[in-house]
C-alpha cells in the first residue's frame, strides 16, 4: 500500500506514483527479513477500476525495479474498492530466501 510507517497515505491520486511508491514499501519490508525485489518468486497486484492500460503502467513501473530476467510471475486483479478510498494499487508478493 501507499502508506508510511503511520498509515499516512504518502501519494496523490495517480495510479503511478501509488505503483512506485508500493515498491519501495515492498523493498523495505523484503530488506527486514534479508531478501531483496530479486528474490521474488510471484506477485499480485489488485487494480482499482482495471482498464487495458493500466497493465502497461504497472509493467513499466516494475521495470524500473527489476529487469525483464527478474520479474516473477505476476497476477493481475481488477478490484471494485479497496479499503481506504484513496488507494488504487496493492500488491502482495511471495519472496523465497536460502
Not at 2 to 12: C, E
Not at 31 to 48: H, I, Q, W
Given at each position: 500500500?501507499?502508506?508510511?510507517?503511520?498509515?499516512?497515505?504518502?501519494?496523490?491520486d495517480s495510479l503511478e506514483a501509488q505503483t512506485r511508491h508500493?515498491?519501495?514499501?515492498?523493498?523495505?519490508?523484503?530488506?527486514?527479513?534479508?531478501?531483496?525485489?530479486?528474490?521474488?518468486?510471484?506477485?499480485?497486484?489488485?487494480?482499482?477500476?482495471?482498464?487495458?492500460?493500466?497493465?502497461?503502467?504497472?509493467?513499466?513501473?516494475?521495470?524500473?525495479?527489476?529487469?525483464?530476467?527478474?520479474?516473477?510471475?505476476?497476477?493481475?486483479?481488477?478490484?471494485?474498492?479497496?479499503?481506504?478510498?484513496?488507494?488504487?494499487?496493492?500488491?502482495?508478493?511471495?519472496?523465497?530466501?536460502?
Open positions: 500500500m501507499a502508506f508510511d510507517r503511520d498509515r499516512n497515505l504518502l501519494v496523490g508500493v515498491f519501495q514499501n515492498l523493498k523495505t519490508a523484503l530488506a527486514a527479513g534479508s531478501a531483496t525485489l530479486e528474490d521474488l518468486v510471484m506477485m499480485t497486484f489488485y487494480v482499482v477500476g482495471y482498464q487495458e492500460p493500466h497493465r502497461d503502467v504497472l509493467m513499466t513501473i516494475m521495470d524500473e525495479f527489476l529487469t525483464p530476467e527478474q520479474r516473477p510471475p505476476s497476477t493481475l486483479l481488477g478490484v471494485q474498492a479497496m479499503t481506504y478510498k484513496e488507494l488504487l494499487v496493492e500488491t502482495d508478493g511471495v519472496a523465497v530466501v536460502d
